[in-house]
């Protein structure tokens, strides 16, 4: 499997699992990018929290290593934290 397909794997994988696992689950953006100088696949999504009235947004990469992968997932009530959070630690990720 070339390193691309496993990247197109994950990111398949997760458009499956994403609506599944939360509840009211709507994607916000798809991209894909350069994490840490590797290809990767980033959502930013939304979903209702557990209180049923808050709304949750997160800011989830998946960062593929040769067989293995990294997940980074940032998650706030408040876009804009999750957002700076999640670019501030990004560009600062040192992967193996």
Do not use: C, W
Not at 34 to 43: E, M, P
Not at 62 to 69: K, L, T, V, W
Request: aromatic share 10%; proline share 3%.
């Amino acid at each position: 499997m070339t390193h691309a397909n496993f990247l197109d794997n994950l990111e398949a994988n997760a458009n499956k699992s994403l609506p599944i696992n939360y509840k009211g689950y709507a994607e916000d953006q798809a991209s894909r990018t350069k994490i840490g100088g590797f290809d990767a696949a980033t959502r930013s999504f939304h979903y209702t929290g557990s209180d049923a009235k808050s709304t949750v947004y997160v800011n989830l990469a998946i960062i593929p290593r040769g067989s293995d992968a990294y997940y980074l997932t940032v998650e706030s009530t408040k876009k804009s934290v999750a957002d700076d959070s999640f670019n501030k630690v990004k560009s600062s990720l040192k992967l193996p």
